[in-house]
């Protein structure tokens, strides 16, 4: 059974400061998604990562994908208020299933303070 | 462009009632239709899944069952709701292997 799991589960930031979220995986997969859900919200697809050293970066966030660890890492880069959310991601196992059928971690509730 | 739709967002009901989610995909065909709960505090936890009109394959055993009545139609029901089904259930879409493109989500809360 695959299993995902994120930490930290909480994380406060002060803004301008770096942090990593790491999702590590139990099972091979064939993808891994990083979603975004702001409180009371739906999730917002933030990156696919497809391949063994796979990164992708989009404003102050970058992910990246080490397949042989099975980690994933969301690294932030000088926090900024706007980015208080809670990041889940998610796994496709390579033993297949339904193409939804991800396999979520348990988020992490990130809180960038002034 | 595809859009998704999903209500209502919020509902209350008592114990032993039943439920009816709604959700609708435009702007594709024949999607890959899915339902999600996640539960305060907690990750997503896939329910049911659909891959054409009248296929539905549920992920895990519950109260609760899902229809396709309708190629883009995915619908979400039980017929007594228990304590245990409150939560935020989100309906999804997607095409193949692409990503999933999830609804604004309904808050449900049995009492």
């Known amino acids: 059974e695959l299993k995902v799991e994120q930490n930290p589960l909480f994380l406060s930031m002060q803004e301008g400061k770096n942090y990593t979220i790491y999702c590590n995986y139990s099972t091979t997969s064939d993808r891994l998604y990083w979603y975004r859900q702001d409180p009371g919200k739906s999730l917002e697809s933030l990156f696919v990562?497809?391949?063994?050293?796979a990164v992708k970066q989009e404003g102050r966030l970058m992910a990246s994908l080490d397949t042989k660890a099975r980690l994933s890492t969301l690294h932030i880069t000088a926090a900024v208020h706007d980015l208080s959310a809670t990041y889940f991601c998610a796994v496709h196992p390579d033993y297949g299933g339904s193409q939804g059928n991800l396999i979520f971690g348990k988020g992490t509730k990130l809180s960038v303070k002034p | 462009s595809q859009t998704i739709h999903q209500w209502p967002a919020t509902l209350v009901q008592p114990v032993g009632s039943p439920l009816s989610l709604e959700c609708t995909v435009e702007?594709?065909?024949?999607?890959?239709l899915y339902w999600y709960r996640q539960a305060a505090g907690r990750g997503l936890q896939l329910l049911f899944y659909?891959?054409?009109?009248?296929?539905i394959s549920s992920e895990v055993p519950q109260n609760l069952s899902a229809s396709r009545p309708q190629d883009r139609q995915f619908i979400l029901s039980s017929k007594k709701l228990l304590l245990s089904d409150s939560g935020f259930y989100l309906c999804a879409w997607n095409s193949r292997v692409e990503k999933l493109f999830f609804g604004s989500g309904t808050q449900l809360s049995v009492l």
């Open positions: 702007g594709t065909s024949n999607p890959n």
């Open positions: 990562l497809l391949s063994n050293g």
């Open positions: 659909s891959v054409g009109i009248g296929q």
